[in-house]
């Protein structure tokens, strides 16, 4: 496990990297071929994105791996992990450290290419025992997570079908292994903002300055902040000469909502406070994106599947709590499709998405056991 670490993380895979993407994907597809069932590439669905000058374009987005094992079973389950990182192909932070004799430094040795190598030796000893004959599943490695999975939602909420379980494999939420229990929502979103240009000496009075109301908004989207709902003006991007009133400026704003109500509540007030900024400063106002994460309740049914993951864990003389993450990933979409889901079943690190991040090597072979155990718990094992 370890070895298949080091190796894919000598990869870059930053998510706009589609080289990097395209060697580890191929490394990838030939490590799941050991399993049985059938190894693809799906293509990524197309994205659209806004540019600094507010026209929106394709972005391209590397393919995701799926294994399908036993898809005419009537049980089956789902478990997802992504092979993209955050760091691109020019960033400063591409090599192996060992940091002590179990403590390995590295781009994404946590998240998650750890994860990714608990999943393979997970199945590899789950198809090895009696009960996995009985039940099929489906494993994702999207490329794209670490942006939002918008080319790959539709491919998610596709395997997501019919499944009882759910396991990703995101690092736990503490080095200690907690796992990330309840989770809040999180939306991104660009105001593409249009204006009137003029001469800012001799006529400013026919311009309509997109940046003022492009900062206007920021400052109240920041106002409409509560205890359930975080608002993070993030970036204006517009104007050109001091001496002309610009007529252009994008908004960039991520929104995190604790609970569905939070979601629904800015849904509806957005649309009223574009109009109040469109009415007041005189320009027009295109909302690009919308909340791609959405909050993640601890259901009765995800506290099952919880409560047999810590029974599990005793079961191997690990200790498994959980406590509720600001965090978002594709354990989001998931539980909003109904299935039960426990979203960081992978290696025990942290300092992830910075040159500090770390994996906990032992950790590799403790949550590979965990996940064997609870997939066999799962199928009616003993």
Same mark, same amino acid.
């Given at each position: 496990?370890?070895?298949?670490?080091?190796?894919?993380?000598?990869?870059? &895979?930053?998510?706009?990297?589609?080289?990097?993407?395209?060697?580890?994907?191929?490394?990838?597809?030939?490590?799941?071929?050991?399993?049985?069932?059938?190894?693809?590439?799906?293509?990524?669905?197309?994205?659209?994105?806004?540019?600094?000058?507010?026209?929106?374009?394709?972005?391209?987005?590397?393919?995701?791996?799926?294994?399908?094992?036993?898809?005419?079973?009537?049980?089956?389950?789902?478990?997802?992990?992504?092979?993209?990182?955050?760091?691109?192909?020019?960033?400063?932070?591409?090599?192996?450290?060992?940091?002590?004799?179990?403590?390995?430094?590295?781009?994404?040795?946590?998240?998650?290419?750890?994860?990714?190598?608990?999943?393979?030796?997970?199945?590899?000893?789950?198809?090895?025992?009696?009960?996995?004959?009985?039940?099929?599943?489906?494993?994702?490695?999207?490329?794209?997570?670490?942006?939002?999975?918008?080319?790959?939602?539709?491919?998610?909420?596709?395997?997501?079908?019919?499944?009882?379980?759910?396991?990703?494999?995101?690092?736990?939420?503490?080095?200690?292994?907690?796992?990330?229990?309840?989770?809040?929502?999180?939306?991104?979103?660009?105001?593409?903002?249009?204006?009137?240009?003029?001469?800012?000496?001799?006529?400013?009075?026919?311009?309509?300055?997109?940046?003022?109301?492009?900062?206007?908004?920021?400052?109240?989207?920041?106002?409409?902040?509560?205890?359930?709902?975080?608002?993070?003006?993030?970036?204006?991007?517009?104007?050109?000469?001091?001496?002309?009133?610009?007529?252009?400026?994008?908004?960039?704003?991520?929104?995190?909502?604790?609970?569905?109500?939070?979601?629904?509540?800015?849904?509806?007030?957005?649309?009223?406070?574009?109009?109040?900024?469109? &009415?007041?400063?005189?320009?027009?106002?295109?909302?690009?994106?919308?909340?791609?994460?959405?909050?993640?309740?601890?259901?009765?049914?995800?506290?099952?599947?919880?409560?047999?993951?810590?029974?599990?864990?005793?079961?191997?003389?690990?200790?498994?709590?959980?406590?509720?993450?600001?965090?978002?990933?594709?354990?989001?979409?998931?539980?909003?499709?109904?299935?039960?889901?426990?979203?960081?079943?992978?290696?025990?690190?942290?300092?992830?998405?910075?040159?500090?991040?770390?994996?906990?090597?032992?950790?590799?072979?403790?949550?590979?056991?965990?996940?064997?155990?609870?997939?066999?718990?799962?199928?009616?094992?003993?």
């Amino acid at each position: 496990m370890l070895a298949q670490v080091e190796g894919w993380c000598a990869i870059n &895979t930053g998510t706009r990297n589609l080289a990097g993407l395209a060697a580890q994907a191929g490394l990838l597809a030939d490590a799941f071929a050991a399993l049985p069932g059938e190894v693809r590439l799906v293509e990524a669905a197309p994205v659209e994105a806004v540019a600094a000058d507010g026209t929106r374009t394709a972005l391209a987005h590397g393919a995701h791996l799926v294994l399908s094992v036993r898809p005419g079973a009537a049980r089956r389950f789902l478990l997802t992990g992504h092979m993209d990182t955050v760091y691109p192909a020019d960033h400063a932070f591409q090599a192996l450290t060992w940091l002590d004799g179990e403590t390995l430094n590295g781009p994404g040795v946590a998240d998650m290419k750890g994860g990714i190598a608990v999943i393979l030796s997970a199945l590899a000893a789950f198809e090895a025992g009696p009960a996995a004959a009985g039940v099929g599943y489906d494993v994702m490695i999207n490329s794209d997570e670490e942006t939002g999975s918008l080319s790959s939602a539709a491919l998610i909420a596709s395997l997501a079908q019919g499944k009882v379980a759910a396991l990703t494999y995101e690092p736990s939420a503490l080095p200690d292994g907690t796992l990330a229990g309840a989770r809040g929502g999180s939306g991104n979103f660009s105001a593409i903002v249009t204006g009137r240009s003029a001469h800012a000496g001799r006529n400013p009075q026919d311009g309509r300055n997109a940046l003022v109301a492009a900062a206007d908004l920021a400052l109240r989207l920041k106002h409409m902040e509560t205890a359930g709902l975080s608002i993070n003006p993030a970036r204006i991007d517009g104007g050109s000469a001091n001496n002309v009133v610009p007529d252009h400026a994008v908004l960039r704003f991520n929104i995190r909502p604790r609970e569905e109500a939070d979601a629904e509540r800015f849904s509806r007030a957005i649309h009223g406070l574009i109009r109040e900024i469109e &009415t007041e400063h005189e320009v027009e106002v295109h909302l690009h994106g919308g909340i791609t994460r959405p909050p993640k309740p601890l259901t009765p049914e995800a506290e099952a599947l919880f409560g047999l993951v810590r029974t599990c864990g005793a079961a191997l003389g690990q200790k498994i709590g959980w406590q509720p993450s600001g965090g978002v990933c594709d354990g989001n979409n998931i539980a909003a499709l109904g299935v039960p889901v426990v979203d960081t079943m992978g290696v025990r690190g942290g300092a992830i998405h910075s040159p500090q991040e770390y994996l906990i090597v032992p950790s590799l072979a403790e949550r590979a056991a965990l996940s064997a155990l609870v997939l066999h718990r799962l199928s009616g094992g003993e």
